[in-house]
């Protein structure tokens, strides 16, 4: 009995932590706020966080993200690393030049800014519409503690007009 409550258990958590996009294509903010709520439900205890890097067709459209998700990611539970000491940092080891921030860089980061976590993400095309995914990796074991992906609406107008 024992070890079947153990398979059961190791079988739940393993379909808790699985990528799977949003059933329901939204709104750019809702899949921000969905983004947003899935990471406050991951941490537990106080812990610095910072968002890095999302990775998108449009500057606009990521700084967006970024900024967005950072003020909604803020509560008794988790610090955000302020976005302008984040951009000294990546500007002066120059990695802003090509608007991509490997996982080893961003961790690497993650410790010269002192947190605990970093967010990293990208909002790509898909047939439908977009995809807007992200993860969260731990700076300390390299390991990704969570992995979100969050469908959005071909026709959402904030996206075309931050395009």
Known sequence: MRKILVSVSIMALLIACATTPS?????????????????????????RVAVLNISSPSQNISQYIIDELSASLINENITVVDRQ????????????????????????????????????????????GFRLRTKMLNVETREIEASISVDIKRSDRQINYLW
């Not at 059933?23 to 106080?46: F, H, M, R, Y």
């Open 23 to 47: 059933e329901k294509p939204g709104s750019l903010n809702e899949a921000i706020d969905q983004t947003s709520k899935t990471i406050q439900k991951t941490i537990e205890t106080k812990t």
């Open 85 to 128: 000491e984040s951009e000294l940092i990546v500007t002066e080891r120059n990695y802003q030049l090509s608007g991509e921030i490997s996982d080893e860089t961003a961790l690497g980061m993650g410790k010269t800014l002192g947190v605990q976590l970093i967010i990293t993400g990208s909002l790509i095309e898909v047939d439908h």
